[in-house]
């Protein structure tokens, strides 16, 4: 059964990333321009010969067929606006900078939204329930490039009461690098996750078994350890797949911001300068990814929980 | 049942915590962060806006490329710390309407100790020049006999006019008199390249630090793409000892100017460009803000394709009459050092002997909305128009690009009741739907290749195709190919005083403003050579005050 259903859900992976694959091809080369376009003409001479050089020279449909050909061996090709660069290295020297500001950022989301939802649901209308839910509204609805910015000044601003670098401004090497980005980046789950746990929380706090080990003396840390967290923390665990897959690739704004090397710049960037092979590779690349992630959370949710029934029909 | 599930959310959580106290428990470990300055070691530290797409000279077209490459190679000729033209490679040389001839120093060498040789220059320019190598700017070298050819696939590189007469002395033929081409040879796409190193690495060449040879005065000695580039002083350069700055660190690539701004505040870099939303900032902080005239210049491009309203010359003087570039300048961009333009040539053109525009003032008309809507009724009775429908102004999308469009939406609006449908473009688009003629006005502008008063002078000629308007004029192009072709330099400078007032008159393009660049800089670094030729910002004379 369970050998059935992966199988299946990565047959229809396999669709999806080609689906994707194929619209997005279609559509960058319907956008008008092209990647040779910079601002200064170039002659006719020169033009033909890049064209010819990325095989922009052939009919669409075959440029499409060459392009799921060397997709299917695992070349993406050679970056039009980084000339001597492969995407496949850009995608390797790049996607473990998101992946490490993205776990850290899920990390920070995840211990940071359990903790506020558990205040929160613990002083329950009182002023700390209504102070973490004022910021989980703020965190939400304010935009990343103005956290990110006034994260940074904020920075400057230690930094200059301290009189040394007690956080760095921008930059990526060292491990403290990566906490304010990865703060930022991971706040708007962070908010999600708090709401979240103070929902589950409650939920538990009414339950029978809270009242039972209540009446049998168990209280406080233990009580709130043993078996408040741990059923509590049930919602939020299958909320993180998504949460995963969404931080590690939407990382753009932060990543400019903090002049972080990682790949969701390249993503942006690619699009605006219609760079066709960057673009491919990294649309590609993150939708399999994504797809990977969806499937290990259907896989997880079983292991999680025997009730949900692995069908291979299921949607 | 219940018990199994709690099992695992446990372990995850567990899993989750360990991570995080093991990341937590290395913060206090604070690494020292390298500074804006550092006397003792003579290095400073930048940021850089994008990661240079190709540092291969032959190939590079962007402002970032030709800021590292003007440090880690070094031409025939180079700009000296006040924008002279000084000697580089070459130790002298001689120029006349015919060519010019170049002696290299003996003890000019690459980084592997090597001489670098006449032959290194002649395998670059003819490399350069192949179609194959598809070079963007090889037009640049469209000066040199037989260039022209070459580039085209009509000619074997050999058959280029440059040769190297011995193993330090150069001949260069021209095609025509070409009196700026000493500044050519300061030009990244100048710069020479060893043909063994070049071939042994084909298309892999300076795609990585230890991919390529150096013959400036710095070294790439790190380049982590995306992330850190450093330039280290080169122990092979000929003239190191006249070197005060040893390393300049770029540990960071940023292109959002807040960022940059904010690495500046904090003392980690030495250089920070402003743009308009950082100025206040900037002058609330205290901070001395300089700027420098980037030669370039902006305007409205008109089209002239068959049918266009814009091809209409009492349509263009009527927006002529009403548009005040000064108004533009002063109320709407409101940067200091930005200049309104009156002429096709900014004010950091080069004449015979000082600037072309105190050779040769330009023709001033003074606005007048009576006569911009004579003008106006007049081009409605040639083009047999009751009324004009919407003209369509093609824009980018940067905030200031937004803000000029705007206004110059209301003033044709409210000065001569014309419609201006705004289409604002992304880069690319934009540039494509210029190179499709695809708009009645754009919003351009040009920043100059070459250190002479052609890269602005042949931009509206006929057989230009970076004329995106397509305008034509038979005047204007007699004036150009005079001026190419003429070796007297004041009959050159004359016929161009001709051509600034035929574009006041027929007004091809309408000036709007010349472009300055404004920045803050570290109070200790002196000496940093801001200007658009050889390669912006210049450190190679620059060093750190006590």
Sequence with gaps: MMIKFVLHRLLWGAITVWFIATATFFAMHAVPGDPLIQDKAMSPAVRAQLEARYGLDKPLSQQYFTFMGNMLSGDFGISFTQENRRVNDIIREHFPVSATLGIAAIAIALVGGVFAGSIAAHYRGQWPDKLVMFMVVAAISVPGFVIAGLAQLII???????????????????????????????????????????????????????????????????LFFRYQLRNALLPVVTELGPAVAAITTGGFVVELIFAIPGLGRYFVQAVQQLDYTVIMGTTVFYGAFLVVIVVLVDISYGLIDPRIRLSAGRS | MREAKGIVTGKIASAVMLIVFAVVGIFPGLPAQASAVDLESKSITLALATEPPTLHSARATDTIASFVISHMMEGLLRYGENGELVGGVAERWQIDENGARFWLRE??????????????????????????????????????KGARAVNEGLAPPDSLGVRAVSRTELYVEFAQPCPYFLSLTAFMSYMPLRQDVVEHWGRRYAADADKMLYNGPFTLTKWVHGAHLTLEKNPHYWDKSSLRISRIDMPYITADPGAQFNLFRDGQIALANLDTGLLDEAVKRGYDIQHFHSGSLFFLEFNFRAGRITANRSFRKAIQYLLDPAVLVNKVIGLPGVLPAYSLFPVTVRGQRQAFRQEYPVRRLRQDLAVARQYLDQAKRELGLEVFPPLMLLAGDSPRAVQEAEYYQYLLKRGLGLDLRIDQQVFKQRI????????????????????????FADLFASWNDNNRGRYSHPEYDRLVRFAQNSASASQRFAAMAVLQDLVVDDVPILPTYENAMLYVQHPQLKGVRRSVFGGDPNFRDAWIEP
């Excluded at chain 1, 906490?179 to 789950?189: R, S």
């Excluded at chain 1, 999600?192 to 029978?208: G, I, K």
């Excluded at chain 2, 002649?122 to 020049?129: C, D, G, P, S």
């Excluded at chain 2, 739907?433 to 919003?443: A, E, L, N, Q, S």
């Design chain 2, 107 to 144: 003890n000019a060498t690459w980084s592997d100790g090597q001489a670098v040789t006449a032959q290194d220059f002649v395998f670059a320019w003819q490399y350069a020049l192949r179609p194959e190598t598809a070079s963007q700017y090889a037009f640049i070298f469209y000066p040199i």
């Design chain 1, 156 to 222: 400057v601003r230690l930094n200059a009461a301290a009189e040394s670098t007690v956080l760095p401004v921008a930059g990526w090497g060292g491990v403290n690098h990566v906490w304010v980005p990865a703060l930022v980046l991971g706040l708007g789950t962070l908010a999600y996750l708090s709401r979240l746990s103070r929902a589950a929380m409650l939920e538990v706090l009414s339950s029978d078994y809270i009242l039972a080990a209540r009446a049998r003396g168990i209280s406080g840390i233990s």
């Design chain 2, 432 to 455: 494509e739907k210029m190179r499709r003629g695809d708009f009645d006005i754009v919003v351009a502008a040009w920043g100059p290749d070459y250190d002479d008063i052609m890269t």
